[in-house]
């Protein structure tokens, strides 16, 4: 019965890397391997995002929310809306005007050229250690189904990725994300009506117990004076202000997410890509919520013991008690995630290497020259992930682990762009001072407090432009800095 399956799951991985592959041609140039030409159209990009957006740890993370718990998550999705709104009003009319091929140069262009090597290397640092988190992910459902060893697992989906991505550049990243976020939403649907199909009573059965059950409510409206305000995850002031900061700095500053937005064809495209992303990721991240509902009322009807940790719950339902065929689309669906944001992060962290620092460096080479060390950065940064995932093997909760690890650094990179777009006097040392004093307060807030990790990024940015804004009228007197 499992050979089925297997075929299944082995016909998408050799089918999805031969079609990113065959994007190779296409790549004659910097700005056909990073940008894509500017040719992609704005609903193709719409869907990268959503799936860059995605990755294993929605997938496998989000039924574990309300396996445990209730619809709070979403929340921080309505914060997303918010952040689309100030990004497309502050941040893309910015990276519009010229020609850029990373958020980082917008720094150079308004601070200084040791600001963009500053927050170039903290993405690096921070896309390099979350997307290390999504990579153990992986492992997570690959052991589950062929039954391997964890690192054993990790080789087989970053070799595959690292294929696909070192030949076709961003231009079969965008398109194999619209395969696979295509594919992952329709094996997610499949699964939740084959499960629920497995419950006597069908979703009336859900909903009532649910009900009693607490565990449909969304919004948590409690005022705490107090800490625990700022230690609940899920209530709907950090959830909306959270997700607005998380977003706005994740799609407003980070490369994996700006690079996309540059490939458009205007900014227009930009923008109706952005907000049509929102619409997807709000209706995926429901779906997924009502999976891990459905299965919490699964174990229950059943009595059956649930896995540990709570990651594992849908993978292993699914390959362990789905019918022949099914199994094995859902969990390719899944590894369809994994690989999608994989190929983004491996494409992104080149760019930045090779624009923001070699380049930098050696600014007359051949365009040829830069081409070959683009495709080389994808090698290292691929085995790079690797090593951090093999390390990233202990955490808790993958979800919330690579959530909250970007969010440490998140703060910082938006209060810096903000200082950038929103103010003419501050200057490039009064900006790295406040945005090396918002890493330090975050890290202190991580370790040293029990506050949630949706406040991670907006006490950063707040710490960051203070500390900006601050040291620019001492150390500055509030004259512009030569540059």
């Known amino acids: 019965m499992r050979y089925f399956d297997l075929g299944l799951i082995v016909v998408y991985l050799i089918g999805i890397t031969w079609f990113g592959a065959h994007f190779k041609e296409s790549q004659k140039s910097l700005k056909d391997y990073f940008l894509g030409g500017r040719t992609t159209p704005w609903w193709a990009i719409g869907f990268s995002i959503v799936s860059a957006e995605t990755s294993t740890l929605t997938v496998i993370g989000t039924p574990a929310l309300t396996f445990g718990g209730n619809f709070g998550f979403l929340q921080v999705v309505m914060g997303y809306l918010l952040a689309r ?44 250690l979350a997307e290390g988190v999504r990579v153990f992910a992986i492992s997570i459902v690959i052991s589950i189904v062929l039954g391997t060893g ?67 409510q969304v919004f948590d409206f409690r005022l705490d004076l107090g800490l625990e305000f700022f230690t609940r995850q899920y209530s709907f002031w950090a959830g909306v202000l959270g997700g607005c900061f998380l977003t706005t700095a994740s799609h407003g500053t980070e490369q994996l997410m700006v690079q996309r937005l540059l490939s458009a064809r205007s900014e227009g495209d930009a923008r109706k890509a952005l907000f049509a992303s929102w619409a997807v990721i709000f209706f995926q991240f429901t779906l997924f919520l009502v999976i891990g509902l ?49 190929s983004a992060a491996l494409n992104s962290l080149a760019s930045t290497t090779v624009m923001d620092f070699y380049k930098l460096k050696y600014p007359d080479r051949e365009e040829s020259h830069y081409l070959r060390l683009a495709k080389l950065a994808t090698v290292a940064w691929g085995l790079a992930l690797f090593g951090i995932g093999v390390l990233a093997r202990h955490v808790n909760s993958v979800l919330e682990a690579g959530l909250g690890i970007a969010s440490i650094l998140y703060g910082a990179l938006l209060g810096v762009f903000l200082l950038g777009v929103l103010t003419a006097r501050v200057t490039e040392r009064s900006a790295m001072a406040g945005m090396l004093a918002g890493i330090v307060v975050n890290l202190y807030v991580r370790f040293g407090t029990p506050v949630a990790w949706t406040w991670y990024v907006l006490i950063g940015t707040a710490v960051t432009a203070g500390v900006g804004l601050a040291a620019s009228a001492v150390l500055d007197g509030g004259k512009k800095e030569a540059r």
């Not at 989906?157 to 619209?178: H, K, M, N, P, S």
């Not at 339902?317 to 590894?335: E, H, K, M, Q, T």
């Open 150 to 216: 964890e690192i054993a697992s990790i080789v087989v989906i970053v070799c595959l990725t690292l294929f696909y991505t070192f030949e076709g550049g961003v231009t079969a990243v965008i398109w194999t994300d619209v395969v696979q976020m295509l594919l992952y939403v329709g094996g997610a649907l499949v699964s939740l009506f084959v499960i629920l199909g497995k419950i006597p009573g069908g979703w009336n059965e859900v909903w009532q117990a649910a009900g009693a059950a607490g565990k449909l």
């Open 294 to 342: 459905i299965l919490w009322r699964q174990y229950a009807i059943t009595g059956m013991e649930p896995p540990k940790p709570a990651d594992r719950i849908y993978p292993e339902f699914i390959w362990n008690a789905l019918p022949v065929g099914v199994s094995g689309l859902v969990i390719a669906a899944i590894l369809a995630a994994a690989m999608s944001n994989l």
């Open 85 to 128: 709104i100030v990004i497309s009003m502050l941040f893309l009319p910015h990276y519009f005007r010229g020609e850029l091929y990373t958020a980082y140069e917008l720094m150079q262009r308004r601070f200084g050229m040791r600001l963009r090597r500053l927050t170039a290397g903290t993405f690096l640092l921070l896309r390099a």
